[in-house]
């Protein structure tokens, strides 16, 4: 078969499987095409007729057998890939991590601006970092900045450390283990970004099967999904420099916070390439409001 015939036959068993889609693409065209692209080792900037090309029986045989775990076992494709882009960027991923899908890549290609000058930002700071890629693509905006790269989970930080060192990236982006901000006593950043577990328990229960193989830690936070948050704006304005911008992701948690909180001037952020559930808050803005938290600091 060749990789056009592959892609199309791929298309029509993934539709008619009615599995989920949302972790890096958002439809069975495009996710048959990763699949076929990833096997026969083609490049996604391949011209057109590459899809003419025949594909060796051996890897008609591993295409089959992924394609087969991405159906009956709902895993999601980048785990079969163990690829995943984001903000430009390849990186690698396994079920230790979140798959990359954060609106955050829009910021970063952009450089936070106009929410921040970029020519003054030397420190950053991403908490929960997962595979890294915030954190790396951050190093990357931003060729002149030290980043910190934050997670409390070993193996998510074992990740990261692969991305890293793939990126060329290991003398500006440091890894620390930490539990929020507890390791990072005196610390201070320009920017600090992050993407924390934001999913409520009824809401995880009712999340389609492929969420199942992402480690919980990095997804649920708490009966309503704050607890994270809560803790994040609670202790940032510490860690931040004057002028110094939080950027946070809490997805379908927006309403919730918005209305625990109806004080903090959060600054919900639109995306050209969809997303949402994201907001800003400059140091000055959280030192105003002085926002309390009555959560233990559970992560």
Request: aromatic share 8%; with cysteine.
């Amino acid at each position: 078969m060749t990789a056009g015939e592959l892609i199309a036959s791929a298309t029509r068993r993934l539709r008619r499987s009615k599995v989920f889609f949302g972790h890096g693409t958002d439809n069975a065209q495009d996710e048959a095409a990763a699949l076929v692209f990833h096997v026969m080792h083609l490049s996604h900037d391949s011209p057109p007729q590459v899809l003419a090309r025949r594909a060796r029986p051996a890897q008609v045989a591993r295409f089959d057998e992924l394609l087969a775990r991405r159906i009956a076992g709902r895993v999601p494709l980048a785990y079969l890939t163990h690829e995943a882009w984001f903000a430009g960027l390849k990186f690698y991923v396994d079920e230790r991590v979140l798959i990359p899908r954060s609106p955050f890549a829009e910021l970063i290609e952009k450089r936070f601006a106009p929410w921040i000058d970029p020519r003054r930002v030397q420190r950053l700071l991403d908490l929960g970092t997962g595979s890294g890629c915030i954190a790396l693509a951050c190093a990357k905006a931003f060729p002149r900045a030290r980043v910190d790269a934050v997670d409390i989970d070993a193996g998510a930080l074992a990740v990261a450390a692969i991305n890293r060192r793939r990126l060329r990236l290991t003398r500006r982006v440091r890894l620390i283990r930490s539990d929020h901000f507890a390791a990072l006593t005196g610390a201070s950043y320009d920017i600090i970004a992050s993407n924390p577990p934001y999913v409520g328990r009824r809401e995880m229960r009712g999340l389609p099967r492929e969420y199942g193989h992402e480690p919980a830690l990095a997804l649920e936070s708490g009966l309503h999904g704050l607890d994270s948050v809560e803790i994040i704006l609670r202790s940032a304005a510490r860690h931040l420099r004057p002028s110094g911008l939080l950027v946070v992701e809490v997805g379908n948690t927006e309403r919730a916070l918005a209305k625990r909180y109806p004080r903090v001037p959060f600054t919900w952020l639109d995306f050209e390439r969809g997303g949402g559930g994201v907001f800003a808050l400059t140091r000055e803005q959280l030192v105003k409001v002085k926002v309390k938290v009555k959560v233990k600091d559970v992560r």
